[in-house]
């Protein structure tokens, strides 16, 4: 079993920037990919970024430039660095976990909320 506790949502005026985290309870050495999704109001949750075991980053056309994606392999924690934030940026932020074998893991979600 791995928790995922994201953190470092919150409000922020269009323009402005967030740090997600994501903090793994063990080692993410290993696992398939990681990733960030987001579910807005009334919406399906979507694929944002995710970053694969070797660190390779790939990212949703509409983040593309201005989140960026990252890890630290020994705090086992992931990152969503998101800049030039707009209003259909809010939604609430999921982080989650790719195994080769099993069930992806999921974290709790934090709200991120883009408004004057």
């Known amino acids: 079993q791995v928790q995922l506790v994201e953190s470092g949502g919150g409000l922020v005026q269009p323009g402005g920037s967030l740090r997600l985290s994501c903090a793994a309870s063990?080692?993410?050495?290993?696992?398939?990919?990681m990733g960030w999704y987001r579910q807005a109001p009334g919406k399906q949750r979507e694929l944002v970024a995710t970053?694969?075991?070797?660190?390779?980053?790939s990212y949703a056309d509409s983040v593309k430039g201005r989140f960026t994606i990252s890890r630290d392999h020994v705090k086992n924690t992931m990152y969503l660095q998101m800049g030039s934030l707009k209003p259909e940026d809010t939604a609430v932020y999921y982080c989650?976990?790719?195994?080769?074998?099993?069930?992806?893991?999921w974290g709790q979600g934090t709200q991120v909320t883009v408004s004057s």
């Open positions: 063990r080692s993410i050495a290993g696992i398939k990919s």
């Open positions: 989650n976990l790719a195994r080769f074998i099993g069930v992806d893991y």
């Open positions: 970053i694969s075991r070797a660190d390779g980053t």
